[in-house]
């Protein structure tokens, strides 16, 4: 796993520094597209009959043009002679340790944990130069207020499955406030079947703090990726394919500084517990494969996330993750 984490940190590398020289703060060059997409997210690691780490996450995502209004976009990098597409992104997960029927605090495996927050974020897609630079400030909370206990038991209780029962030792409150930013480069392109981008990113916040980069692959029948979102307004589509069914596949390593859904927020240090910093992974490797049809206005997708282990002795973690995009 090493040589290819280096590898892909090495190009991460590469990738940062076109960022740097792409990005900056004002593109009065740019446009702004008119889109307007709805997604919703659901990943769950219910699929291969596991119920710890990463357990669930529920996403709402909206792409509208009424979001270039707000002042935030002000800090949000971008690129000039891009088209912009504004958006918001609500984000819900859900963290538990291995074993859920353990009322008593697990010393050494993942605390409870449960956060919620708004991501506003500025997409800038250049289809001419193949990139795109997406920036985003995330705030929210983590911890009870967030409601991932309530949710859980709630979920259990109407499946029928047994109740958790460790969630008074969750992460307590605390505010969640990050931003983040990844640059998406194509590598290589074979007509409308085949394509390999290339992507490197960078977070700092109280949530996550750390670095990334990788790899992603598509192939089968499909519109250039950097052509939109996916997905566009029936005026856009004109020389575009109204059907697409493609599989796709990534790679990603990533450095992790801090992860409060491991040690705890930053502001609140009277958490129940929490791990050592000693004890966490510091660096990672994620693998996603999935397949994606899309008709006009609308597709779905279905992929698979594999992660290597967080922290000491902790096991490896996959899970099912469901995408659906309208176009408005």
Known sequence: MIPLLRFVFLFA???????????????????????????????????????????????????????????????????????????????????????????????????????????????????????????????????????????????????????????DNQLQNDLILGYEA?????????????????NAGASVGTLYTGAAGGLLMRAGKMNPYFQNLGITSRENRQGLQKFQFYAKGGVTGKLVGYNATLQGGLLNQHNPYTMSANLISRALLQKTAGLVGAYGGISFESSVVWLSPEFKDARKHQWMHFELRIVL
């Open 13 to 167: 590398c590469f990738l940062l520094t076109t960022l740097v020289k792409a990005a900056i703060f004002t593109a009065p060059d740019s446009t702004r597209s008119h889109d307007k997409i709805i997604a919703g997210i659901f990943a769950n690691d219910a699929t291969f009959r596991t119920d710890y780490y990463f357990t669930q996450g529920l996403g709402l995502n909206l792409v509208h043009p009424g979001f270039a209004k707000s002042p935030v976009n002000k800090i949000l990098l971008r690129q000039a002679g891009a088209m912009r597409y504004h958006g918001l992104q609500i984000r819900f997960d859900t963290f538990t340790p291995l074993k859920i029927l353990d009322p008593n605090i697990r010393y050494g495996d993942r605390p409870y944990a449960g956060y919620i927050y708004a991501n506003q974020y500025l997409i800038s897609n250049n289809p001419i130069k193949k990139q795109r630079l997406t920036a985003g400030l995330q705030i929210g909370l983590l911890g009870p207020a967030a409601g991932a206990k309530q949710l859980q038991t709630k979920a259990h209780e109407l499946l029928d499955s047994p109740k958790p029962l460790g969630w």
């Open 182 to 198: 990844t640059l998406e480069k194509q590598l290589l392109g074979i007509g409308r079947v085949l394509e390999l981008m290339g």
